[in-house]
């Protein structure tokens, strides 16, 4: 065991047939298992205190994110060098904590991945391939570096990324804005290989295709108020660019041969004056969001 005291934090919502495994296994690989029972109504709570396991429970069900924030703070609270998250259901393989933790322990990382996409094994379902793809392309529109994995819930942090952990997010979608968090805060963030189980007995609580626009939703809100000269002042860009096009068409048609459409010169005005707008409205954006931290600078 390292000297440094790592704790691992464990979000369960009725569990009862997995958590127990979970918990002792990962008991081999760090110094103290919190569980934070997110309102289960079947046996988890007990099940993981016979594990060996220190059991927060939340009186309803708050989601991911309200249960990793509260095992941050225990671990905050109780001084811990490091932490990893991962999952109650027995998708994560407890001994891969080592190599999670592992850039964390040697100073250079303050954030972990585990990613299913690095060295993959084909096990990972086709749809959900598809969705994390999309999800990847979003959230990495908000940071300096590509991600493979946006929703990898396996994951190692420093002292430094715990200390930062003060954001607010919702549900299944504290993947990403973790990632954006960390990484607006200067964080440094790696990747290494995992293997994952989808054969869980459980499976995953929510529809993936919920799931996927949840975080999808929130994420694109978020990167836009980050970098909106990319998310609004592209397109805008390409709107006002497209109006003009038209617009000199229209112009010439009616310079050359004295006659117009009327329906083209209005969606030519139409798109001019859109893009214009979009375009304002990316560049104010842009410059509040530098007064608080984000924008292109």
């Not at 110094?31 to 099940?47: H, K, M, P, W």
């Not at 790696?190 to 929510?206: A, F, L, N, Q």
């Not at 660019?241 to 009616?254: M, T, V």
Request: positive net charge; contains cysteine.
């Amino acid at each position: 065991m390292s000297a440094n005291r790592v704790a691992a934090v464990i979000p369960a919502f009725n569990e009862e047939l997995t958590i127990g495994s979970v918990v002792l296994e990962t008991r081999k690989h760090v110094d103290q298992v919190i569980v934070v029972n997110d309102g289960s109504f079947d046996r988890t709570s007990e099940i993981a205190r016979l594990a060996g396991a220190y059991v927060v429970d939340l009186p309803k069900n708050g989601g991911k994110a309200a249960a990793l924030r509260k095992g941050i703070e225990i671990v905050r609270s109780q001084g811990y060098d490091a932490c990893v998250f991962l999952d109650g259901d027995g998708q994560h393989d407890p001994d891969e904590i080592p190599r999670i933790i592992e850039p964390v322990l040697r100073g250079e990382a303050d954030l972990v991945i585990g990613s299913r996409f690095l060295n993959s094994n084909g096990s990972t379902p086709s749809y959900r391939k598809v969705g994390q793809r999309i999800l990847n392309i979003v959230t990495n529109m908000g940071v300096k570096q590509k991600i493979s994995d946006s929703q990898s819930g396996f994951r190692a942090l420093s002292a430094s990324a715990i200390e930062n952990f003060n954001f607010h997010s919702r549900g299944y979608a504290i993947e990403s804005d973790m990632i954006l968090h960390l990484s607006g805060k200067g964080m440094r963030i790696k990747e290494v290989p995992i293997s994952s189980r989808y054969d869980v007995p459980e499976g995953h609580k929510k529809k993936p295709f919920a799931h996927g626009l949840e975080v999808f939703a929130r994420v694109l809100r978020l990167v836009t108020q980050k970098r909106p000269l990319l998310i609004i002042g592209v397109p805008g860009f390409v709107i006002f660019l497209a109006g003009l096009l038209l617009g000199i068409l229209s112009l010439f048609e009616h310079t050359l041969f004295g006659w117009g459409w009327m329906f083209q010169t209005s969606l030519a005005l139409f798109l001019f004056i859109i893009g214009m707008v979009l375009g304002i409205s990316a560049v104010t954006l842009n410059s509040i969001a530098q007064m608080f931290g984000g924008g292109i600078r």
